[in-house]
């Protein structure tokens, strides 16, 4: 029997691995297995990892996969962290800290300012996690569920769009809205949290945007470059 207590390392899964297809064949069983249908990315997973920006890290247990944290790079500046998911007889163990961590160090190396991610606040355990590690609420979102005649459930995602500058709504704030990258997809009772991780060893490039006076009346705003720090 294994040692769940053992030291466990995370490891980055490399798209040349001869390991690919077994750990993306495990890891598809544990997304079916943990997450409802509407959640899961076990039909696309294999596509998801393929794309330049996406990576994904895992432990494994005596050859078997015991958890992961997918993540994905959008942008230059920022991150998403798409997944995360350990085996119920793994958790509570501190293979999820572990694993975030290792997805935070990642963007770190490439320079990235600002780290999200979307979870549902009904699940504490995930919530205390990410608030142990420095995250904190950014928006929330309400999404609505809709019955069909047959009674099948059907999810509606909201893209809830905010300004980043004033956090207005998009069909409310009186200046121009930045890029799309910036809209925040969500789904029922789901918060989106913002890393405030020290970037010390970094130069803060601080820029004032010029904007509307009802963004600049309260305070001075600070734009993130990409060599600046954690927002």
Request: glycine share 4%; with cysteine; hydrophobic share 35%.
């Amino acid at each position: 029997m294994a040692d769940n207590n053992k030291s466990i390392s995370p490891t980055e899964l490399n798209r040349k691995s001869n390991k690919w297809a077994k750990i993306v064949d495990e890891i598809i069983r544990i997304e079916k297995k943990i997450f409802p249908k509407h959640e899961s990315l076990a039909r696309s997973f294999d596509d998801e990892l393929k794309k330049k920006n996406s990576g994904l890290i895992y432990f494994e247990v005596d050859g078997d996969v015991g958890g992961y944290v997918m993540y994905s790079c959008p942008s230059s500046l920022c991150a998403v962290i798409t997944k995360l998911a350990v085996k119920e007889q793994y958790r509570r163990q501190g293979h999820g800290e572990a694993l975030v961590k290792a997805a935070i160090e990642k963007c770190r190396s490439k320079r990235i300012n600002r780290v999200s991610l979307h979870v549902d606040p009904l699940r504490t355990s995930a919530m205390q996690l990410y608030k142990k590690l420095g995250f904190q609420i950014d928006t929330l979102a309400i999404q609505e569920k809709l019955m069909t005649q047959d009674k099948v459930m059907k999810w509606s995602p909201e893209i809830v769009a905010v300004c980043p500058l004033c956090r207005k709504a998009n069909d409310t704030h009186d200046h121009l809205f930045l890029e799309c990258k910036y809209a925040v997809p969500s789904y029922n009772f789901q918060g989106s949290f913002k890393g405030q991780l020290d970037m010390a060893d970094q130069n803060d490039f601080d820029h004032k945007k010029v904007t509307t006076e009802s963004c600049l009346s309260s305070k001075e705003l600070k734009v993130a470059a990409d060599r600046g720090s954690f927002e």
